[in-house]
């Protein structure tokens, strides 16, 4: 090779870019406002009824979730991210671990760890996080999506069981769904009755179904044998009207199971909150007793849901604590799906005209020159120290660069050159009324205030 010649750079691959797995997504930071405001939102809200924070492993024991939310559900047959440990340990080896697909197993699990219930005083807990399910991604449904989620839990002298906290749930979520300004939510409810009840409800919907289940599709075949309960949540086109015409539960309430109900329903119409009882709402977690619910918005474009148009569910689970091996503590709780929230709220802002438009940034500080790079950043740290939220350009910018960068994020551009360095001001133009002066440095914070 002559001294002239460049070296040529050995013709690399191209390697494929290495995309975020399937079902799971970035949230930038022109999103994430948005879900700031709610999960505040949220936290202000349950601080008022008296809940506090819980956080719980995103990872557990299989065995958690296959006792609590069950074995035949969908989310433990199908859809858990489930591994077996590597760990070196004896203790370790083997074991089999799953990503949480929801959060209430894990908080009994906490609660009876931890002795909760030991004071005998009611347990109100929320959170918020990730939960991971391998379901057929779409508009509104993720394989790492967020819960903002509550329970409410105690032993049976605490009150836990009483109709009363189902109703308070409720209205609390009421609360905090018009606080947000959610339009046109839905309250659809039911009572799944006791163990008890249920147990007798399940012969009967096997009896009904036995006629029938061979025209059912494959999987509500199955489900009719192993667990009947589950063909009411299909939704299965062809199956609904063989569905429809089952038995309803409401029929097989006992006294106790219907007069809890009722007490739920004359304190949720006492608080002006506005319910339809949906008799098919069974839910798709096997834990649940008595009163279960959900919270819809009408699907469609105006939600920007399409038909995952749940935003939320949940529902009391009275045996759960004793299925996982700990002491009686009846409960209750939901969780929101925060993703399908926050998507509501944006089909809403946008039908509505309203500009989501993140807000501008107090100042720009254009350093003119290199040489006033130090300078800009020692400026910059004054003014952010104070409170203001400042961006810092570089020296190497045409002076036009740095004024279409700063009307872009900020409100005003501050010039920062030789000269005002060295009599200590900086000259300010600020962009809505095009006005541009000499400022002295110790006056730029009140300045940069208006
Ligand atoms: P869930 O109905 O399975 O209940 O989930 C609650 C909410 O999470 C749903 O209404 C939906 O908004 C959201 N969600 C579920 N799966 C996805 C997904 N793949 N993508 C996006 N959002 C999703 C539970 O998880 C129970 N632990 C609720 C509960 C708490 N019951 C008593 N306490």
Not at 139 to 148: A, E, K, N
Not at 373 to 399: H, I, M, Q, Y
Not at 409 to 438: C, P
Request: glycine share 8%; with cysteine.
């Amino acid at each position: 090779m002559s001294k002239t010649e460049k070296p040529v750079a050995a013709k690399q691959p191209a390697r494929p870019t290495i995309k975020a797995v399937r079902g799971t997504r970035d949230l930038l930071p022109a999103e994430t406002p948005l879900w700031n405001r709610v999960e505040a939102t949220a936290r202000a809200v349950f601080a008022r009824y008296g809940f506090g924070e819980i956080r719980t492993p995103i990872f557990e024991a299989t065995e958690l979730f296959a006792r609590s939310v069950g074995e035949e559900t969908d989310i433990v047959s199908k859809e858990m991210f489930t591994w077996e440990d590597r760990g070196r340990a004896a203790s370790e080896k083997n074991a089999s671990l799953t990503l949480r697909p929801e959060n209430t197993a894990g908080v009994v699990r906490a609660y009876i760890e931890h002795n909760l219930g030991e004071s005998g005083a009611l347990q109100k807990l929320y959170y918020i996080g990730p939960q991971f399910r391998r379901e057929r991604p779409q508009r509104g449904r993720y394989r790492q999506f967020w819960q903002i989620g509550a329970e409410v839990l105690g032993p049976p002298s605490s009150g836990a069981d009483s109709p009363l906290r189902d109703a308070e749930v409720l209205e609390m979520l009421a609360s905090f769904l018009d606080e947000l300004g959610v339009r046109g939510w839905r309250l659809e409810l039911n009572s799944v009755g006791s163990v008890e009840d249920r147990a007798k409800y399940n012969v009967a919907l096997r009896e009904a179904l036995d006629p029938v289940k061979a025209k059912l599709c494959l999987d509500n075949q199955r489900r009719a044998e192993t667990n009947p309960l589950r063909v009411l949540d299909s939704k299965d086109e062809a199956d609904q009207e063989i569905i429809n015409a089952l038995p309803k539960i409401a029929d097989f309430l006992s006294p106790d199971s219907r007069a809890h109900f009722d007490q739920v329903l004359a304190a949720l119409d006492a608080c002006g909150v506005k319910y339809h009882l949906n008799p098919r709402l069974v839910r798709g977690l096997d834990y649940y007793t008595r009163t279960t619910f959900e919270f819809t918005v009408p699907s469609g474009d105006a939600t920007g849901l399409g038909t995952q148009n749940a935003l939320l569910g949940g529902g009391r689970y009275d045996g759960l604590s004793e299925m996982l091996g700990g002491p009686r503590a009846p409960g209750i709780g939901f969780a929101i799906g925060e993703d399908r929230l926050i998507l509501t709220l944006q089909a809403q802002a946008e039908a509505d005209g309203a500009s989501v438009a993140a807000s501008k940034l107090d100042a720009y500080i254009a350093p003119l020159g290199l040489a006033q790079n130090p300078a800009a950043l020692a400026l910059a740290k004054e003014l952010r120290a104070a409170g203001l939220t400042v961006e810092v350009g570089d020296g190497s910018f045409k002076l036009r660069k740095s004024f279409e960068i700063a009307d872009n994020i900020a409100r005003n551009i501050v010039l920062l050159g030789e000269d005002e360095v060295s009599t200590e001001t900086a000259t300010v133009k600020t962009f809505a009324t095009g006005e541009q002066q000499k400022v002295a440095t110790n006056e730029l914070q009140s300045h940069l205030r208006i």
